[in-house]
T-cell receptor, first 115, second 114 residues
Framework: AQTVTQSQPEMSVQEAETVTLSCTYDTSESDYYLFWYKQPPSRQMILVIR????KQQNATENRFSVNFQKAAKSFSLKISDSQLGDAAMYFC????????????WGAGTKLIIKP | ETGVTQTPRHLVMGMTNKKSLKCEQH?????MYWYKQSAKKPLELMFV???????ENNSVPSRFSPECPNSSHLFLHLHTLQPEDSALYLC?????????????FGSGTRLTVV
């Protein structure tokens, strides 16, 4: 069974600096999807960025980018120029291409932005 | 506007009460999901509906009963809950089952069982 591990329960960063959140996963599959979601205090889970495993190129969305290391089964999220609005819980999730329904979730990392 | 609306936002209920959570989406999605989010735990998938038909039930206790009358509405009926059922209940929808495009979530119902 697949698992997703986020080893950092909490991270803090100074405003305008860069922070990297870690995510590792375990799978025997070769093709799958990976996601980062953000959950601010408003509680709504928002999709930040996604990656298809068969694509070598790391996904980028404005200030958010990933470092996808398939062999190492690592999928870290880099946030550049951190802003106060980035403060939230960040969740990493995995989905098999064979699974129609299940997203496998990490336990989350709380990101604190220091002004 | 999130696209997925959940009501109520907060709910406190006794263990003998019966209540319902409501989820509504007008995004044209045809798959809807109930998740349970407890502190310091990964999200737990409870139920999945596709085209108004239940396709997944992850061994959820029978005190939770889902209902999907149409592709825009999803309910979670609650009865004789336990204090350990206190959690944030999130509803989500997606265009089709298991797409790359991820899910759209509501803001959740914070449930407290006393």
């Amino acid at each position: 069974a697949q698992t997703v591990t986020q080893s950092q329960p909490e991270m803090s960063v100074q405003e305008a600096e860069t922070v990297t959140l870690s995510c590792t996963y375990d799978t025997s599959e070769s093709d799958y999807y990976l996601f980062w979601y953000k959950q601010p205090p408003s509680r709504q889970m928002i999709l930040v960025i996604r990656q298809e495993a068969y694509k070598q190129q790391n996904a980028t969305e404005n200030r958010f980018s990933v470092n996808f290391q398939k062999a190492a089964k690592s999928f870290s999220l880099k946030i550049s120029d951190s802003q106060l609005g980035d403060a939230a819980m960040y969740f990493c999730a995995y989905r098999s291409t064979d699974s129609n329904y299940q997203l496998i979730w990490g336990a989350g990392t709380k990101l604190i932005i220091k002004p | 506007e999130t696209g997925v609306t959940q009501t109520p936002r907060h709910l406190v209920m006794g263990m003998t009460n019966k209540k319902s959570l409501k989820c509504e989406q007008h995004l044209g999605h045809n798959a809807m999901y109930w998740y349970k989010q407890s502190a310091k735990k990964p999200l737990e998938l409870m139920f999945v509906y596709s085209l108004e038909e239940r396709v997944e039930n992850n061994s959820v206790p029978s005190r939770f009963s889902p209902e999907c009358p149409n592709s825009s509405h999803l309910f979670l009926h609650l009865h004789t809950l336990q204090p350990e059922d206190s959690a944030l209940y999130l509803c989500a929808s997606s265009p089709t089952q298991g797409t790359f495009y991820g899910y759209t979530f509501g803001s959740g119902t914070r449930l407290t069982v006393v």
